[in-house]
């Protein structure tokens, strides 16, 4: 995709698949003189929808990068040609995501630092956590609460009823079975609540058991493997809108939402699943029959060994995963073995994808394809 000028006055975008006129409107409007947006910020001081409709390109001339533009309202700019085609092309953090099973032969990790946060190695771990949607941090401190600090380094901490960061280890009543030391099948955290946390984070502190194994499954691949495979059933788990449910003492918590979510272009956008908290409405039989077909065989790819991938936290080690794709869960381990904890938060997908930009505007660095 280029940009190009046509006689002196039209702005014109080029590309395999759409060619048209920059409207100069659009152009006026991201123009950043120091009286038109606040140079402390970069917020507009005016209101863009009372400036002239009908404005035009005075002249226009292009040179190292730069396009250079004058209205007929006497307003000049020189704009970096980049940033208008990262604004006219770029909608997704990153351009290809990359659609694993168990056949992944290499988790993506990264070695932690205590400044990390600010580097180039961060950017490389979020494209990474992007492109695969979760993320192993090695050694990161021991520190019981340094989950915490972790979080709010990379964006800001999403507290919940359980608190702003939970302890995941067995006790005498708990108000989750998370907190049992019986198995975890593959499950997305908390589909009952609104809205439903983005990315979790969970650090182990203690890992003594023999069993207790980590499993993480590839949501969206699992979606597509049925969308090829049996799109009947596809179809009903991306339409049937399930309640998922949540109650202790103090609290019901419900939301409702499909095992599979499309978006607009009928992209898989989110996937829900939690065995121990979902109910169905009372659909017509025969539509219950279908969408009971469907859970079967979801349940039974997301917990198959083409799919599902299984290893073991290490004392220090910080998964960090996206909850609106991945699935995880938990092997069951043995309590007299010894200890198993760790601790867990969650946080939003605006503080990775606020993050990312950020070194990338820090580092001059261009998003991978
Ligand atoms: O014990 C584990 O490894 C995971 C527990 C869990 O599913 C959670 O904390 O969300
Ligand atoms: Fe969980």
Not at 174 to 185: H, R
Not at 187 to 200: A, E, G, V
Not at 223 to 239: A, I, P
Not at 266 to 295: C, G, H, M, W
Request: net charge positive; charged share 30%.
């Amino acid at each position: 995709m280029k940009i190009e000028i046509v006689e002196n006055n039209v702005v014109l975008v080029n590309s395999s698949n759409k060619n048209f006129e920059i409207h100069p409107l659009w152009l006026r409007e991201r123009a950043k003189t120091e009286d038109l947006v606040d140079r402390h910020n970069d917020q507009r001081l005016y209101d863009p929808s009372q400036l002239d409709q009908t404005i035009k390109i005075k002249k226009a001339s292009m040179n190292n990068g730069h396009l250079n533009i004058e209205f007929t309202d006497g307003v000049k700019f020189e704009y970096k040609i980049n940033n208008l085609l990262y604004e006219i092309d770029k909608k997704e953090p990153l351009e290809k995501i990359v659609m694993w099973n168990s056949d992944l032969n290499k988790k993506p990790t990264a070695a932690y630092k205590t400044n990390i946060f600010e580097t180039k190695a961060m950017y490389d771990v979020l494209q990474d956590f992007y492109r695969y949607g979760f993320v192993i941090f090695k050694n990161v401190p021991l520190e019981d609460n340094y989950i915490v600090k972790f979080a709010n380094s990379i964006g800001t901490i999403r507290p919940t009823n359980f608190g702003e960061s939970f302890s995941v280890k067995s006790v005498p009543e708990p108000n989750d079975l998370a907190y049992t030391s019986i198995a975890l099948t593959p499950h997305t955290d908390n589909p009952y609540r609104k809205p439903i946390p983005c990315i979790q984070l969970l650090h182990c502190l203690e890992n003594e058991v023999k069993g207790g194994f980590s499993t993480l499954v590839d949501g969206f691949s699992v979606s597509e493997y049925l969308r090829k495979n049996h799109n009947d059933l596809f179809k009903m788990l991306t339409k049937t809108k399930v309640r998922f449910r949540f109650v202790d003492k103090t609290i019901i918590l419900e939301n409702w939402g499909e095992l599979i979510e499309l978006d607009e272009n009928n992209k898989v956008k989110q996937i829900r699943y939690s065995t121990r908290l979902d109910y169905v409405p009372a659909l017509d039989k025969k539509e219950l029959e279908k969408f009971y077909e469907a859970r079967k065989l979801i349940a039974s790819l997301y917990t198959s060994s083409k799919f599902e991938i299984k290893f073991r936290l290490e004392k220090g080690d910080l998964l960090m995963m996206d909850n609106h794709r991945l699935l995880h869960g938990r092997t069951s381990y043995d309590v007299s073995e010894g200890k198993r904890y760790l601790k867990g938060c969650y946080i939003d997908h605006d503080s990775t994808e606020g993050k990312l930009r950020h070194l990338e505007r820090k580092f001059g660095l261009k998003w991978k394809k």
